[in-house]
């Protein structure tokens, strides 16, 4: 059975610095890719970052939505089978439920949701102002 576990959300005041984790079992992360996501009260799901499966060599090409950019790091730990979004100079606007998800085989981090076909539970991030 597969499972995505997130945690490390919490609450930060804004400027300040929080790293969620997505732990999988059941499936590999490296043969996969993997997304967070986020969404805010009363907002539709959206993209955050990404990251490719990884061949061993390279730990996957990243890519990120424009709002994080340069704030928002996404990365893997292969041994741990976790991936990492380490969150940056948050703003109030960052608030929402955090998830992460995991493509099919050999998948490609994409911003659709439906490309993604296994989802964690989410978890809380809240930026005070």
């Known amino acids: 059975q597969v499972q995505l576990v997130e945690s490390g959300g919490g609450l930060v005041q804004a400027g300040g610095s929080l790293r969620v984790s997505c732990a999988a079992s059941g499936l590999t992360f490296t043969t996969r890719a993997v997304g967070w996501f986020r969404q805010a009260p009363g907002k539709e799901r959206e993209f955050v970052a990404g990251?490719?499966?990884?061949?061993?060599?390279?730990?996957?090409?990243?890519t990120y939505a424009d709002s994080v950019k340069g704030r928002f790091t996404i990365s893997r730990e292969n041994a741990k089978n976790t991936v990492y979004l380490q969150m940056n100079s948050l703003k109030s606007e960052d608030t929402a439920v955090y998830f992460c998800a995991a493509s099919d085989l050999w998948g490609l981090a994409v911003r659709e949701t439906s490309r993604y076909r296994y989802w964690g539970q989410g978890t809380q991030v809240t930026v005070s102002s």
């Open positions: 990251i490719n499966w990884s061949d061993g060599r390279t730990t996957g090409r990243t």
